[in-house]
Every structure is written in structure tokens, then in C-alpha cells.
């Protein structure tokens, strides 16, 4: 595959906030494979720290052990950054985007891994004028055979410059400098961030992504509300072995601000006074584990978290065929579908924590 001939280990610094409104923002998930096809890697413990800040402000540590019980293989992982909705227009805005992206930090065993954009998209064959073969002259395609009318389909497009991008002088220029790429551009529904994981028959391996980004929040509300969902159910093999996600207050948020947590399709939280964060002992005992962000963080002093703690999980997915969910304050318990279709049906929710906080910066 061409794709895993662009993809070489380099270092990322983590910082990653988009300029859209801002209850938009909290998507940030679990590690999904890209392919389709089924998979023999597992993932055996998950240790998620997320530390909450005044204003909104979220890093994000996650380190999950993945074990292949399979042949040899190289899989490409993902999560997503941004996403198309009814708020985003007629395409969804790409601005200071880099090729490689700067956020989030990817390590693998320890080492850096280059994440690249990864744009998300659904094939239409009756709506657009070009082929799938055209498609894949155009940009880097992670499947070689055309997709089903309707499927989700995954590419990266480094044809031209991220940091030059201006969707605006594309459409001005349209009609005179037609490309099947600038036509892609306009229809993109995700923006995704990808990096690839070589696994050795029966090898375990560790990777840990850690970030920055906003909780979500209305125009001009004192409350912040951020959603972590798993995903993992419906794309390793199996249950999840062991999960851990643990929230902190953090640089004068306090515990009290706290205004709400809840669940979905997955055990409840339990509050925990005065600990000492210390990694699963499956994540601390793999192999490079010394030197990811988690193993900075360990034996560091938390006055007061929330745990969400599961063995043997199988999180519940929804049965439509993107599982991109998320909160918006004008429907607090509604979810938003990728291609801005409004669902109604919350009984198979994907497993999902929420969180509020009454921002202290607002009110002080």
C-alpha cells in the first residue's frame, strides 16, 4: 500500500485547539483501526488521564497495550480532530492545518510516530462527476477497491499544501481550474489525525497519544461539558482486557467545580480522595513504557478525581456507520451524526463519560 511508504517516525509537539464554536470541540476518542476488514489485534488495557483546567482547557495522556494474535501486519490508527455538521456550512473548515500534523504527540513503544491528516469522506458515486479511479490519481486512498454507495472512505491528500490551504480562492477560481482534488475538498466530512503500528505475530505494543484541546461550551455560558466516547467494540478483537479513565482538576479548578458526570453504556465513575497516580501495571510493565508522558506523570499527587475503571468491556457502538457522537448545548442530551443527520434513538448511545464544570474563570 503507498500509504505506508509516507509514513516515517518524526516528532510531534502536542497542541491542538480549532477556532470553531466551541461545542464542537470534544470528540477526541479512543484509537480506531482504518481498515474495515476484520482484525487480530487486541487491546488489552487502556489508561486514559484527562486534566481539566479554569477556562476549559484539557490534556489529554492515553496509553493503550495492544497485542496482535494474528499474523505479521501494519495497521493504520486513528481518531478525530474535527468534523462536518449542520454549524460548519458547506465544508468543513481546514485552517492551520500541518502535513505532518502538530498535535496529537503519537509515540509506539516509546518512539515517536509521524501522524499525519487523515480526511474522512463518503463515497457518493451518483452526486460527483469523478471515478474511483480518478479519486486515486488525486490523493493517497486507504482501500484500492471502490467503497459501497454511502461507505465511509479514508485518504490523504498531499497534493497540495496544508499550510497554504484557502478554501476560499479554490471556490473563486473554480470554474476556470477544475481538479478532482478541489473537488473532494468541498464534500470532506472529517478531519482525522493517523499514524501506522507495526505488529510482529503475537507482539504486544504500546502506544500513547497526548494532546490539548477545548472542552465544549455555548456562547457566553459559565458551563463547560466535555465527551470522551470508546469506540473500541466494534474495531479490535474482542472486549477491551482492562480500562482505566481518570479526570483531574487541575491548576485551581477544583473538585467543586465540577457541575455534573454521568455515563453511557459503560460503568459509573467513583470519586477518589488524595491519590497518587500511578499507570496500570499491564501499561507500566510494556516495553518503552519509560519513555512516554505517562511514565513522567506517574507518582504525581491528585487531591481529588473521578475513575472510571471496566474488565473484560465491550462498549456498545451505534448501529449506523459512523460513530462520531457529541453533546450540543441546544440539545444537551441529543447527538449529532457526521452527516449532520439528528438521532433520535438513544438506546445504543456509544459508550461515552461526560463531564461539566461550572468554569471558575467565568464567575469569579
Known amino acids: 500500500m503507498r500509504l505506508l511508504l509516507i509514513l516515517t517516525p518524526v516528532l510531534i509537539l502536542a497542541s491542538c485547539v480549532f477556532a470553531d464554536a466551541g461545542f464542537l470541540r470534544s470528540i477526541v476518542q479512543n484509537p480506531i483501526p482504518v481498515s474495515s476488514?476484520?482484525?487480530?489485534?487486541?487491546?488489552?488495557?487502556?489508561?486514559v488521564l484527562?486534566?481539566?483546567?479554569?477556562?476549559?482547557?484539557?490534556e489529554i495522556t492515553a496509553a493503550f497495550l495492544f497485542t496482535n494474535t494474528g499474523t505479521a501486519d501494519t495497521v493504520i490508527m486513528y481518531f478525530p480532530l474535527t468534523l462536518r455538521t449542520i454549524f460548519h456550512g458547506?465544508?468543513?473548515?481546514?485552517?492551520?492545518?500541518?502535513d505532518p500534523l502538530s498535535s496529537p504527540s503519537v509515540t509506539v513503544n516509546g518512539s515517536p510516530a509521524e501522524v499525519r491528516p487523515l480526511i474522512g469522506n463518503t463515497w457518493t458515486p451518483w452526486f460527483d462527476d469523478y471515478t474511483w479511479d480518478?479519486?486515486?490519481e488525486a490523493v493517497h486512498t486507504m482501500r484500492e477497491t471502490e467503497p459501497d454507495t454511502g461507505e465511509v472512505y479514508f485518504y490523504i491528500a498531499d497534493d497540495f499544501s496544508w499550510d497554504t490551504y484557502d478554501i476560499y480562492k479554490w471556490l473563486d477560481e473554480w470554474s476556470s481550474d477544475y481538479t478532482v482534488l478541489k473537488d473532494l475538498?468541498?464534500?470532506?466530512?472529517?478531519l482525522n489525525a493517523c499514524w501506522t503500528v507495526p505488529f510482529s505475530e503475537g507482539d504486544s505494543v504500546l502506544v500513547e497519544f497526548s494532546m490539548e484541546y477545548s472542552m465544549s461550551s455555548e456562547y457566553e455560558?459559565?458551563?463547560?461539558?466535555?465527551?470522551?466516547?470508546?469506540?473500541?467494540?466494534?474495531?479490535?478483537?474482542?472486549?477491551?482486557?482492562?480500562?482505566?479513565?481518570?479526570v483531574a482538576p487541575c491548576g485551581g479548578l477544583r473538585f467543586a467545580d465540577f457541575d455534573s458526570w454521568y455515563s453511557i453504556s459503560m460503568p459509573d465513575a467513583r470519586s477518589v480522595i488524595n491519590m497518587t497516580y500511578e499507570p496500570l501495571e499491564a501499561i507500566s510493565g510494556a516495553d518503552g513504557f519509560e519513555l512516554t508522558e505517562l511514565a513522567d506523570i506517574s507518582g504525581t499527587y491528585l487531591d481529588s478525581v473521578l475513575i472510571w475503571e471496566f474488565t473484560d468491556f465491550e462498549p456498545a457502538v451505534s448501529p449506523t456507520?459512523?460513530?462520531?457522537?457529541?453533546?450540543?448545548?441546544d440539545n444537551p442530551d441529543g447527538r449529532f451524526h457526521s452527516g449532520a443527520?439528528?438521532?433520535?434513538?438513544?438506546?445504543?448511545?456509544?459508550?461515552s463519560i461526560r463531564i461539566d464544570i461550572l468554569d471558575p474563570l467565568w464567575v469569579e
Not at 50 to 58: D, L
Request: hydrophobic share 35%.
Open 50 to 58: 484527562i486534566e481539566i483546567y479554569p477556562g476549559g482547557a484539557v
Open 341 to 351: 443527520v439528528s438521532l433520535e434513538d438513544t438506546t445504543d448511545w456509544s459508550s
Open 134 to 136: 480518478e479519486v486515486r
Open 321 to 329: 456507520h459512523w460513530e462520531y457522537f457529541y453533546f450540543t448545548p
Open 185 to 190: 475538498v468541498v464534500v470532506i466530512n472529517s
Open 221 to 246: 455560558s459559565p458551563y463547560c461539558t466535555m465527551v470522551y466516547p470508546l469506540y473500541t467494540g466494534a474495531s479490535w478483537a474482542g472486549p477491551i482486557g482492562e480500562g482505566r479513565i481518570t
Open 37 to 47: 476488514s476484520p482484525t487480530s489485534i487486541e487491546m488489552i488495557s487502556e489508561d
Open 90 to 98: 458547506p465544508y468543513l473548515p481546514l485552517y492551520n492545518v500541518t
